[in-house]
């Protein structure tokens, strides 16, 4: 089951950073946050991940509380072909091994708007 | 890098037959890969996990004799929907991982059962 739970819905002016909210209050230690997102009809294409810093790559940055019970995704720049549904995950992991696995909730969609 | 691709993309099948969907991760060896499903508007359930040379690991509700998983080798996992009917209609999307990191999505096959 999903861990996450995020605004169904968000709106952004091209060229604005979105900023994407996620709670995560039940993580544990050492559960990753995973930023997914899918464009219709399509297979979801991979943001961002972090623990417990924060991190940045070319594509958004991810902020992380330090509590760790919630994380913010920023899109910098918002283009129109960003408008996707955005999913936050928490990644579970089994005890006793290194495998996790990604339960999906129902993300938000953002819509970038001209 | 972590290319991961699904044949065949869309396949309209007659009731009470079985469809086999494959996916192949391209560049790199993935011993466990994932199977979702996801229905119009709604978010991915994860259905089982796929490991390879051993039984795939159903989630709860997900009926195994249905849908059946082999992981016979390193690149390639495949998803049989034995007997399908109009309720199996859906978009199922696979998953490699190729660390313990990394997840990498396929582009999804929309099935429709008729």
């Known amino acids: 089951d999903a861990k996450t739970t995020q605004p169904p819905s968000m709106d952004c002016a091209e060229g604005r950073a979105a900023n994407l909210p996620c709670n995560h209050s039940?993580?544990?230690?050492?559960?990753?946050v995973y930023w997914y997102r899918q464009i219709h009809s399509q297979g979801p294409q991979y943001i961002i991940h972090?623990?417990?810093n924060n991190e940045t790559n070319e594509m958004a940055s991810l902020i992380i509380t330090e509590d760790r019970k919630s994380s913010t995704l920023i899109l910098p720049h918002a283009t129109l072909r960003d408008t996707a549904v955005y999913y936050c995950i928490v990644r579970i992991i089994d005890r006793g091994s290194t495998l996790g696995r990604l339960y999906f909730g129902r993300g938000t969609q953002l819509t970038v708007w001209p | 890098g972590a290319v991961v691709s699904q044949h065949p993309s869309w396949v309209i099948c007659k009731s009470g037959t079985s469809v086999k969907i494959e996916c192949r991760s391209l560049d790199f060896q993935a011993t466990t890969m994932f199977w979702y499903r996801q229905f119009p508007k709604q978010s991915l359930m994860l259905m089982a996990t796929?490991?390879?040379?051993?039984?795939?690991?159903?989630e709860q509700g997900v009926e195994k004799d249905k849908f059946l998983i082999n992981h016979a080798s390193l690149t390639l996992s495949t998803l049989t929907v034995t007997s399908a009917h109009p309720e199996d209609s859906s978009f199922y999307i696979c998953?490699?991982?190729?660390?313990?990191?990394?997840?990498?999505f396929g582009s999804g096959t929309r099935l429709t059962v008729v």
């Open positions: 972090g623990l417990k």
């Open positions: 796929s490991n390879e040379g051993s039984k795939a690991t159903y």
């Open positions: 039940t993580i544990s230690g050492n559960e990753y």
């Open positions: 998953s490699a991982s190729r660390t313990e990191y990394g997840y990498t």
